[in-house]
């Protein structure tokens, strides 16, 4: 039972942060598009450390 409602309260919750995240997207599309790019550029010197 304690199972039940905890699997409901995280589901609620990330269904509350993914609604924020897209609020937030669509008023900030530019910044999180460089974000992004930051974010993959970072990515790939790490990767090619390697």
């Known amino acids: 039972m304690e199972m ?3 699997t ?3 589901k609620e919750q990330l269904t509350d ?3 924020q995240a ?3 997207i669509r008023a900030n599309p530019g910044a999180c598009l ?4 930051a974010l993959g550029v ?3 010197k790490l990767a090619s450390l390697r």
């Open 42 to 44: 970072l990515m790939g």
């Open 17 to 19: 942060f993914n609604q």
């Open 22 to 24: 897209q609020r937030f």
């Open 4 to 6: 039940t409602e905890t």
């Open 34 to 37: 460089l974000g992004a790019l």
């Open 8 to 10: 409901t309260r995280v």
